[in-house]
């Protein structure tokens, strides 16, 4: 029977703030443990004891249904008690902080507190200030560190492994916190990482180890096993990032012709939803055999498991205050 | 209490000339006068002796960058807690900045700066006046009537004058009144919605950057406006490497410019923001280590005129939001000092000479005021500095209404324990034994 995976060698964190501050061997303990997670899903009984008498708090500033609602199943399968807080970022506006709201959230003694916020940085803020395990569910254009990791289980389920294979992200690069934590991911795995954009949204000073390359053909003849699709907000138009949608889609999007191509060649497709259809990807790629979409969303459950699982409440980092004090 | 002689024994005699103290004995008279600064001066019974071995006398500092936030912000700075940080922090002379609220864009409000100093501050607390009315960038504000009440300056600190007409207009009226217009270069059409500089690093924490583009294009605009209305400009808080080469090139031009640096901008860069750390968020934002290099070359070199710190006070709130909300901006009076000592003249990276010249004589020279150099004749204007002491950047120790400094909770080296204003001794840490170094009989050692 499968119970609760081994204890590990790994040692476990406070926090999961970020990608970049995982070791290669901490992200493969996670989707090694986020494996016996999902086989879980195939049983009539779906849940283990491992978070009993645990509360998780999801802390969301910013508007999220997918995410918000993986987190809330992943914790409930871990039998940890759930509430979920939507506040308004514009608090900050009436005199709060969100330091200040967290102390509210701190009295109520809750373990873990996943949060996201429009604003880069955040997470880490609260994670020095508070005593619960602090999991980042997307900040600003920072990080989306559950999301790469989910990213990561899925590819390896669907390829076996990692090394040497090739991952193109495709889109608003420059703006995107899902693409700086997949790149991350992906390279600390041992994958190689080709970005491609309009020339606006790759951004200045982007990590050597990406391919960047001058059209989507181009792109495709570095033959990538998966592409990778990120979603364009739709207000980078007004900021002139590109002239237009239609424009966007012909030169940069996922066309019907060049996917035409990319399903002869049996390139896996992948998107963090939700998918603006025309925009950057053409509709036939939901319906496509190798499109992983659909898979990203159920393992996103998992692999939230995995890191519930892996955190362990502790103690928070001085403060501007004690540090004045000192 | 009734004044006295003063010695000043043994000191290490910093000045603008030599790259190391020279040793020698200073002695201030009762008017406060310096009456002679020679190696041995005998003692006498009429005089407080203070024995500064080991010790470095230098002149106090001017700054000529400082936001006092007063009128408007004085839940941030006051002029009375202002200046006692500078006094804390070993600086002599500030320059205000404009960009109060309301700004300090009239006579009146020229004068009731100066007046409010006269009343809270034991050092001269000089003023600038904005270039436009209300900062708004629109229309000239009344350079004659804030030049009689005595602001020193002209400039919109704290945003760029964007409309180059206007800009052209006020650098050639400027001549009139031959006051020094100084310029905050950006575009703000390329700097709007950046948090910190554009590069590696913003990339990495996810925070919209500030090209350095915005401070170049802007800083070669503003010189050859200069250039073409043969008026004095300042360029304030350079912060690139290609920055400085514009400014190299118009130098040589015969252009008359002059500009300045902050500790920061030499002492860190982008890539020490790595945990969202605001108390290293300021405008113009932390550059690349490349940047750091170039400008203490210019510094050594004497392209850069002037070190000051653009002393930024915020309320602890205010840098407590996230990296992109938080204001930009750094508390500097206090810490200015110790923190060149520690990171450049401690490691030989600059002489004294250089910090004298830079942080001294030269802000006094720009704005043609008295200066302040430690010879026989002067006003003393002095501050003992112990290079052997160790400074805790607390709480206790900031004097500044806020604390919004990178350096809080460490330690620093070095300590300025005394301040000596004429007759007026504004600052004793009691680091300076006061007992003779001989006999009460007057003995020699």
């Known amino acids: 029977m499968i119970t609760e995976p081994n204890p590990s060698p790994v040692h476990s964190r406070k926090d999961l703030l970020d990608i970049e501050s995982l070791s290669a061997e901490e992200i493969n303990h996670l989707l090694e443990t986020a494996k016996p997670f999902k086989e879980l899903f195939t049983r009539s009984v779906k849940k283990v004891p491992a978070l009993r008498g645990k509360t998780v708090l999801n802390l969301f500033f910013e508007p999220s249904t997918r995410t918000r609602a993986s987190f809330e199943i992943a914790a409930k399968r871990l039998s940890a008690d759930v509430t979920n807080l939507a506040v308004s970022q514009s608090s900050v506006v009436k005199g709060e902080s969100v330091l200040d709201t967290v102390d509210t959230m701190q009295s109520m003694k809750v373990d873990y507190l996943v949060v996201r916020h429009g604003a880069a940085g955040i997470p880490n803020q609260i994670a020095k200030h508070s005593p619960a395990s602090v999991i980042n569910a997307g900040d600003g254009n920072h990080a989306h560190p559950t999301q790469a990791l989910l990213d990561a289980f899925t590819i390896k389920e669907a390829m076996g492994d990692f090394s040497g294979r090739k991952i193109l992200i495709a889109g608003d690069i420059l703006h995107s916190r899902v693409a700086r934590s997949v790149s991350i991911c992906a390279n600390k795995l041992g994958m190689e990482v080709g970005i491609f954009g309009p020339p606006t949204l790759i951004p200045h000073g982007h990590p050597d180890y990406f391919h960047t390359f001058n059209s989507f053909e181009h792109a495709l003849e570095w033959e990538p096993e998966v592409i990778y699709l990120l979603r364009l907000q739709l207000e980078r138009q007004s900021a002139h990032f590109f002239p237009s949608l239609r424009e966007y889609h012909q030169v940069f999007g996922m066309t019907r012709e060049r996917f035409e191509l990319v399903s002869r060649k049996g390139i896996y497709i992948m998107h963090p939803g939700p998918v603006n259809r025309g925009v950057e990807l053409t509709d036939e790629v939901l319906t496509y055999d190798r499109s992983l979409i659909n898979r990203q969303v159920e393992n996103g459950i998992a692999a939230r498991m995995a890191v519930l699982y892996w955190l362990q409440p502790g103690i928070p980092s001085p403060t501007i205050e004690e540090k004045a004090e000192t | ?445």
């Open chain 2, 1 to 445: 209490m009734k004044p006295m002689r003063r010695l000043f024994k043994q000191a290490n005699i910093a000045s603008q000339d030599n790259p190391m103290p020279a040793i020698a004995d200073v002695l201030v008279d009762e008017s406060g006068v310096i009456r002679d600064v020679s190696p041995d001066i005998p003692p006498s019974t009429d005089m407080k002796v203070l024995d500064c071995s080991n010790k470095i006398l230098l002149p106090g500092l001017f700054d000529m960058h400082v936001h006092l936030r007063e009128p408007g912000r004085e839940d941030k700075e006051t002029i009375e807690t202002g200046t006692n940080a500078a006094i804390n922090g070993g600086i002599s002379g500030i320059l205000a900045m404009p960009n109060t609220d309301p700004p300090i864009d009239s006579g009146g409000m020229v004068r009731f700066v100066r007046a409010m100093a006269r009343d809270r501050s034991g050092i001269p607390v000089l003023t600038s006046g904005c270039i436009t009315k209300g900062r708004a960038g629109k229309s000239l504000a009344d350079l004659a009537d804030m030049h009689t009440q005595g602001a020193v300056m002209i400039t919109d600190d704290g945003s760029p004058v964007a409309d180059p007409y206007l800009f052209r207009r006020a650098l050639e009226y400027s001549r009139h009144f031959d006051i020094i217009v100084a310029s905050h270069c950006e575009v703000p059409e390329l700097s709007r919605g950046g948090a910190m500089n554009e590069g590696a690093q913003s990339y990495r924490l996810g925070l919209p950057g500030i090209p350095a583009c915005s401070e170049e294009i802007s800083i070669e605009r503003d010189l050859r406006l200069a250039q073409c209305a043969d008026a004095r400009i300042h360029i304030q808080h350079i912060s690139t490497a290609r920055g400085l080469a514009i400014i190299r090139r118009f130098k040589e031009e015969g252009v008359r410019v002059t500009c300045e640096v902050t500790p920061h901008h030499l002492l860190f860069s982008d890539n020490d923001i790595q945990d969202y750390n605001t108390h290293l968020k300021m405008n113009p934002p932390l550059r690349s280590p490349e940047d750091n290099k170039a400008l203490l070359d210019g510094l050594n070199e004497g392209l850069i005129d002037v070190i000051a710190t653009d002393h930024a006070p915020h309320t602890r709130f205010e840098k407590e939001l996230d990296f992109a909300s938080s204001p930009f901006g750094i508390t500097g009076l206090d810490t200015a000092l110790i923190s060149l000592f520690t990171h450049l003249i401690n490691k030989g990276l600059i002489g004294w000479d250089c910090l004298v010249r830079r942080f001294a004589s030269e802000p006094r020279r720009i704005l043609q005021l008295e200066p302040a150099d430690i010879v026989t004749g002067s006003t003393a204007d002095f501050i003992v500095f112990d290079p052997n002491g160790r400074t805790h950047v607390n709480n206790s120790f900031i004097k500044s209404k806020s604390i919004n400094t990178p350096y809080l909770g460490l330690e620093l080296c070095g300590s300025v324990d005394m301040m000596v204003r004429g007759t007026e001794i504004l600052l004793d840490r009691g680091g300076c034994r006061n007992e003779p170094l001989f006999s009460s009989k007057g003995g020699m050692e």
